[in-house]
């Protein structure tokens, strides 16, 4: 049973890391520049690509000999993963992580027909190519090789996944907080914040930068946190260079 679960826990991984690489081309043929800080974790991996990739796995790789069906169920089942976790995500931390509202056929701007079509190209390939891939690589690994690297993976990624939620958490009550005070001692505050987590901060603003923070009175929230990290720049000139550097 640990070993099936490592198994599983090391195709979630890699399924995310192909994810990550995928969302990075994608931008940057898009956008015409490099891309490589894609997806809501500060590590390089897409966990929707994860549950989507062991979703297939487990569940549609019995249609393995009705590749019509199979495209059709991981179209349709990846779109339903994409809405619901842009649905969650904009309860939890009162933002859109990404909008296709500017593109056809598309549902609420969470979902449209093209990256549909596209998952379910994604899902042929990931039982005809990647799965037996992974699946021989498994194979070869002496099963203590694999508990250990599964584990370690595994340990990285969910100490991501607690700081970067930490991180949003408290994003999000600051920019609460400036929806219901904007004196000076509220602003010190926040840029206080943002000088501690520069870092993390501007890395999901790299992530998503058109990301819509959804406030009631339709202030761009987005715009007054890229002032105050403008601002931290210009009190903190040291830290910018570092960041140059780098």
């Known amino acids: 049973m640990f070993y099936e679960i490592c198994c599983v826990s090391f195709l979630f991984i ?3 890391f192909i994810g990550w690489i995928l969302e990075c081309i994608c931008c940057t043929i898009e956008w015409r520049k490099f891309v490589c800080d894609r997806g809501f974790l500060i590590g390089p991996y897409c966990p929707i690509y994860g ?3 062991v979703a297939v796995y487990l569940i549609l790789s019995r249609y393995y000999y009705d590749p019509f069906t199979l495209f059709i169920l991981a179209a349709v089942g990846a779109s339903v993963l994409e809405y619901v976790t842009s649905y969650l995500m904009e309860i939890l931390f009162k933002a859109r992580w990404w909008d296709y509202s500017h593109r056809r056929w598309n549902l609420e701007g969470r979902v449209c027909l093209g990256n549909s079509l596209l ?3 994604l899902g042929l390939a990931f039982v005809y190519l990647i799965n037996p891939f992974f699946l021989s690589l498994i194979k070869k690994l002496p099963m203590h090789v694999l508990m250990i690297i599964s584990c370690v993976l595994i ?3 969910l100490v991501d996944l607690i700081l970067s939620c930490v991180v949003m958490t408290k994003l999000k009550l600051r920019v609460e907080t ?3 005070d904007s004196t000076s001692e509220i602003d010190k505050q926040v840029r206080e914040f943002l000088a501690s987590y520069r870092f993390f901060v501007r890395r999901i603003f790299r992530a998503f930068p058109k990301i819509h ?3 009631p009175s339709g202030e761009n929230i987005q715009k007054v946190i890229q002032d105050i990290l403008n601002s931290v720049d210009k009190v903190n000139p040291k830290s910018k260079r570092k960041g140059k550097r780098k």
């Open 51 to 53: 549950f989507g990739g």
């Open 155 to 157: 340990t990285v990624f």
């Open 119 to 121: 998952f379910g190209l």
């Open 14 to 16: 890699s399924y995310s």
């Open 213 to 215: 923070i959804s406030i």
């Open 178 to 180: 400036i929806q219901k």
